[in-house]
């Protein structure tokens, strides 16, 4: 208990970098999953999306549903590019800021790999081939949407830090991270018979969640671009560009029902990821 204690007071450059190693680990797992099953579940998809109840809910991809119809495969590659931007960015991060202590990048990291749980999305194929009860997917969906809230506070949580935090017990955040993240899963409802074409379960409070979701993406816009006059460096104002980038990238990943989407969700995550993580380097190297 004491070093638990310890461990959640203040998180050393070791234990940040054993963190990243250990979602390193989970991004590869996930991947290997996907890759895995992705040849015995690729025809259930058509059969799936079929049964939809409705398109995904959200700005971006009512957007995409006016000019583009649903693809029955784009959600998988959607979901697998989201693993593998998981795997491949933290290990980025590794070799880049190992020996560098940023609380922006540690939290950022832990953006990134919260994209792991879009691995749970799985879950409704697999019902449809095994028949397993329905509290699995209904418990998934429920660890989906707050994974998601879990990436999007530790975000903002990044975007904080860069706007002059000088907190330097990281752990306590993330706890309360954490525990805001619990209360989320245990209160969310979820509709255990219907889902989206992106192959998520209907949610209730579904709007309400997106717009706090959405509130936080924007705070850590915000957060970053005041680095700029806070830190008195222009390189926050790249990373500002970044993150909105990063935002919607993220949106239309997961929203993403049909190529269109896919790609170019794909494409713009890249591009806010490389302004974040060049920029931040560009920044910690002069210090």
Known sequence: MPALKRYALIMTLSQRNNCIKGGILVSFICLCTILLLIQRLLPLYPSLTAAAVQ????????????????????????????????????????????KTQSAEITFFTLFVLSFVFETLRLLVPLRALYDFPMFLPVLGTRILLSGRFFGALSFFASSVYAAGLNLQKQGNII???????????????????????????????????????????????????AGVYIRGTREYLYIALGALLVSLGRSFLIGADSWALSLSGLIILAAGTWFITTRLHQVYMWL
């Open 55 to 98: 398109r995904p809910p959200g700005l971006i991809p009512a957007l995409g549903a006016r000019f583009f119809s649903p693809v029955p495969q784009a959600p998988l590659a959607a979901m697998t590019a989201m693993v593998l931007c998981a795997l491949i960015v933290p290990v980025l991060i590794y070799f880049f800021f190992e």
């Open 175 to 225: 706890f309360g991270i954490v525990i805001i993240t619990l209360i989320i899963f245990l209160g969310l409802p979820v509709d255990g018979m219907a889902w989206d074409t992106s192959l998520t379960m209907i949610s209730g409070y579904s709007f309400e969640f997106r717009m706090a979701e959405a509130g936080i993406l924007f705070l850590a816009v915000i957060s970053f671009l």
